[in-house]
């Protein structure tokens, strides 16, 4: 509000110097009474009437001063200034024992911190509908509430799994005196906002029996004894583990009986050969009664489905046993030459590996007595992920390039950021399954929301623009009246203002 008044008064000084104008060079003239014709207007209308006639003009102004005013104020100036208190909805909260976990730390300092009260609080929880960050008012839910119950709520009725801190210029904090994050451990530098970190209870914490983490470190297939292995890195107090699989009658996953895997355990983890491919899910029991961890995760089949256009694709196609041909392919090989088609008989989503064969010399290299017997590369093809020419061909090690081209193209184990073109996420334990249409994505929280974060960067927020759409149809409507008023009183036609 002091920034409107701020505001107001320099839009104002015009026109308080209009009116001095208008006082100064007003003339009194006297006429006769017989002039004059009685009206029924009693005195204080008459004269209300008169002035409003008389200084209507000024009047207006200043009502399109206050507008103008409003409309360029910071948020809303009618709007209360309360701090926004937001409670971080990240997996790393519900970290360690109950009573003792950073959610339940943040609801006691919400409580008792008299520099909170009055505060509006806000859960930054994950929606799982868009899958993306959401805030959440909780104010009610922390008034109906008490102790570790609203923990308990909280933790029920909303999925801790990751989130985006940009969510929080949502907030309308123009109106607002500023934005308080609790968190457990941020470890990056916040712009736009105040953080108060509660204390890491995840892997690294220290002491406590709570101390607990786990995450997976190489899914694959091991080509020399042909075993499927899934690692998983381990930090302080092992619990249980349970391995789940997929069940596609059921479609949901079911326990896998412990006859058909075995474990086997190591100084950094524990190591799962499985049967075979397929989907699967790792449920890791929380020591003492603390959360655990649920990471759903895929091994692919010994044998990738793969498709080659062109000469060379399939001649490089036929010398990696571990793809064969097939009608829906889960990577495609083509040749720089057949591109077009290939985009045109494949889905957009099928990794693609595009090579280009160039001639020794011409605009794509150099002539080597140019460049001194080296081979150096002058320009890239569009579209193309190698261009080779003739001393690229002849390198024992090209196998092994196209071998990690193959591999990165490889759909992943896991991922830990929502795909493009999912429709929907389907629960599996704590975390998720993504579905594409195509096909179901296992979905983790990041590393960061088990083992303590390194710093890194910082988070700026920055608030939304307004729009100032209703204050301009406002203005456009008292200028409107102020033309109107113009012509009645002056009996002029409009067109008379631009002469």
Do not use: C
């Amino acid at each position: 509000m002091l920034e409107t008044l701020r505001i107001l008064g320099f839009l104002l000084a015009p026109v308080a110097a209009l009116l001095f104008l208008n006082l100064r060079l007003t003339r009194k003239f006297r006429y006769p009474l017989d002039f004059f014709v009685e009206s029924g207007r009693k005195g204080a209308a008459a004269f209300l009437l008169r002035s409003f006639r008389t200084y209507y003009d000024v009047l207006l102004d200043a009502l399109i001063a206050l507008i103008i005013a409003l409309a360029l104020s910071p948020g809303d100036p009618f709007a209360s200034r309360a701090r926004a208190v937001v409670i971080d909805g990240s997996r790393s909260m519900i970290a360690g024992l109950p009573g003792e976990r950073p959610l339940d730390l943040a609801i006691k300092r919400i409580r008792k911190d008299p520099a909170l009260s009055g505060a509006d609080p806000y859960l930054l929880a994950f929606d799982e509908r868009k899958g993306g960050s959401l805030l959440v008012p909780i104010g009610r839910l922390l008034s109906e509430n008490e102790g570790e119950s609203a923990a308990l709520r909280l933790a029920h009725e909303h999925a801790f799994f990751t989130v985006d801190y940009r969510e929080l210029a949502s907030i309308e904090s123009r109106g607002r005196e500023s934005i308080v994050l609790l968190t457990d451990r941020l470890a990056r530098r916040a712009e736009g906002f105040e953080v108060v970190e509660l204390g890491w209870a995840g892997a690294g914490a220290e002491g406590g029996a709570s101390e607990f983490g786990a995450y997976p470190s190489s899914i694959r297939r091991d080509h020399d004894s042909g075993a499927y292995l899934a690692s998983f890195s381990e930090v302080g107090v092992r619990g249980s583990v349970l391995i789940r699989v997929w069940d596609e009658k059921l479609a949901n996953f079911r326990n896998l009986p412990i006859s058909r895997y075995a474990i086997e355990s190591n100084p950094s983890g524990r190591t799962f050969r499985l049967p075979g491919p397929g989907l699967y899910l790792a449920v890791f029991l929380g020591p003492h009664g603390s959360v655990g961890a649920d990471f759903p995760f895929r091994i692919a089949p010994a044998k990738l489905q793969a498709r080659a256009e062109g000469d060379f694709s399939r001649r490089m196609l036929s010398i990696f046993p571990s793809l064969e041909q097939g009608l829906k392919p889960d990577i495609l090989l083509v040749d720089w030459e057949r591109r077009d088609y290939a985009a045109s008989a494949i889905s957009g989503g099928t990794p693609r590996i595009v090579t280009a064969l160039v001639p020794e010399m011409g605009r794509f290299l150099p002539d080597p007595a140019l460049a001194g017997g080296r081979p150096i590369a002058v320009a890239v093809l569009a579209s193309a992920d190698m261009a080779l020419g003739s001393a690229a061909l002849a390198n024992d090690n090209l196998p092994l390039l196209y071998d990690g081209l193959v591999a990165a193209a490889t759909p992943p184990p896991f991922v830990t950021e929502v795909p493009a073109g999912t429709r929907r996420l389907l629960p599996a334990g704590d975390s998720f399954l993504a579905d594409t249409g195509d096909e179901l994505v296992p979905l983790i929280p990041p590393a960061s929301e088990y083992f303590a974060p390194r710093a890194s960067g910082a988070i700026r927020i920055e608030p939304r623009p307004e729009s100032r759409l209703a204050w301009a149809a406002i203005l456009a409507a008292v200028f409107a009246l102020k033309l109107a008023l113009w012509r009645r009183i002056s009996g002029k036609p409009l067109l008379a203002v631009l002469r």
